[in-house]
């Protein structure tokens, strides 16, 4: 090859480099965008329903709030409020009130408070619906901003380190009422869910446990609403690069059905499925975490749906995840009216009289994964 070719080759090269150099930082950008446009979500849960609103209601119906701050693991102030039944009744309320009249709960006033929490961003308003069903039943609710006083915690973390609060929160239950074992039961629901079945693994002091509508693994929710091709799975791995730059923590760190496995033997739990088409926390979802719960008082309820007989009370699912097939039984549920009603007796039948239980000793047993035996 002469010297003039050589050359020429050289400036062919370059040029070639110089044009495909640009479009793959252009792309690279892109890219970037994109996956920041799916982690955003992630990382800053927004619930646009409380939008413009305070982040305490000034009057709500039915419902006494008195507010009080609280130290987090973090250090900084966590905005709380305690909820009774006050002034005149919701309808939520009145619900409860008419089925309490003809089918009596008297137990429930051996449970002191319930702590509920739903979202991350809206703690308190997103879980006032709760607060009315169950102060409606004579319940002490505490409610919470998972965020943080003043949205100081601009991240999300589903859970992992803003479950470290729920033992500081008890802290400071106990000092203001002067109880140094009150009776405590955790509901969540959503993101709420997650964060309990997290808080319960290491925190005695919880004594029941509600979690309506949890995702069983976030990678796997992710993974749901996205097609499943190699991009999906390069895409799901710069997602976690950028989910570890920011909070330090990845999707497969976040997984409740690891959590539920890890629970103690004596705890009653109760898990709900309400979303019928919600990719993110499914039916499938709610059954896995089920079937990891090594707890003796454990239940499964569901909505009823059109392929249920009019007449069931029950239903039962064949369920397979990873080598291991088991035969479930879920109760149906009719509506959220119905709900609110059966979660207020579980507790008085099923919760309360466990406190009277003796409590069983186990030895700690090994975590089960998705191909182990469930």
């Known amino acids: 090859m002469t010297a003039a070719q050589m050359k020429y080759l050289r400036t062919v090269r370059l040029?070639?480099?110089?044009?495909?150099?640009?479009?793959?930082?252009?792309?690279?950008?892109?890219?970037w965008n994109y996956v920041a446009d799916l982690t955003d979500p992630v990382l800053m849960p927004v619930n646009k329903s409380y939008e413009g609103y305070s982040t305490v209601p000034q009057?709500?119906?039915?419902?006494?709030?008195?507010?009080?701050t609280?130290?987090?693991?973090?250090g900084g102030d966590v905005l709380a409020a305690i909820a009774v039944k006050e002034g005149e009744e919701s309808s939520r309320q009145l619900n409860i009130i008419g089925d309490l009249t003809v089918n009596k709960a008297g137990q429930l006033g051996a449970i002191d408070y319930a702590l509920i929490c739903v979202d991350w961003d809206h703690g308190i308003r997103s879980a006032i619906p709760l607060a009315e069903t169950l102060t409606a039943a004579g319940i002490t609710c505490v409610l919470w901003e998972p965020r943080g006083a003043d949205n100081r915690r601009r991240y999300c973390?589903?859970?992992?380190?803003?479950?470290?609060?729920?033992?500081?929160?008890?802290?400071?239950?106990?000092?203001?009422?002067?109880?140094?074992?009150?009776?405590?039961?955790?509901v969540g629901q959503g993101y709420g869910a997650g964060l309990m079945l997290h808080a319960a693994v290491s925190e005695p002091r919880i004594q029941g446990l509600i979690a309506i509508d949890s995702y069983a693994s976030l990678r796997e929710s992710i993974s749901r609403t996205m097609p499943d091709t190699l991009l999906t799975q390069a895409t799901l791995w710069l997602m976690d690069l950028r989910l570890n730059s920011s909070v330090g923590f990845e999707c497969f760190d976040v997984a409740p059905v690891e959590s539920a496995a890890k629970l103690d033997r004596n705890l009653p739990?109760?898990?709900?499925?309400?979303?019928?088409?919600?990719?993110?926390?499914?039916?499938?979802?709610?059954?896995?975490?089920?079937?990891?719960?090594?707890?003796d008082r454990r239940d499964l309820w569901i909505l009823r749906d059109q392929h249920d007989a009019p007449q069931a009370t029950t239903r039962?699912?064949?369920?397979?995840?990873?080598?291991?097939?088991?035969?479930?039984?879920?109760?149906?549920?009719?509506?959220?009216?119905?709900?609110?009603?059966?979660?207020?007796?579980?507790?008085?039948?099923?919760?309360v009289t466990a406190l009277d239980t003796p409590h069983v000793h186990v030895p700690d047993r090994p975590l089960l994964t998705s191909d182990s035996q469930l």
């Open 15 to 31: 040029l070639l480099l110089l044009t495909i150099l640009p479009a793959l930082v252009v792309w690279g950008v892109n890219l």
């Open 59 to 68: 009057k709500t119906p039915g419902l006494k709030l008195e507010q009080f």
């Open 70 to 74: 609280f130290k987090g693991k973090d």
């Open 157 to 186: 973390t589903h859970g992992l380190q803003e479950s470290a609060d729920i033992p500081m929160l008890i802290n400071e239950l106990i000092r203001r009422s002067g109880k140094s074992a009150p009776v405590i039961v955790a």
């Open 269 to 295: 739990v109760l898990i709900i499925n309400l979303v019928q088409d919600n990719p993110i926390c499914t039916l499938d979802d709610a059954v896995t975490i089920y079937r990891q719960l090594p707890c």
């Open 316 to 351: 039962a699912i064949i369920h397979t995840k990873g080598k291991r097939t088991a035969h479930v039984e879920a109760r149906l549920l009719q509506d959220e009216d119905s709900t609110a009603i059966a979660i207020v007796h579980w507790l008085n039948d099923t919760l």
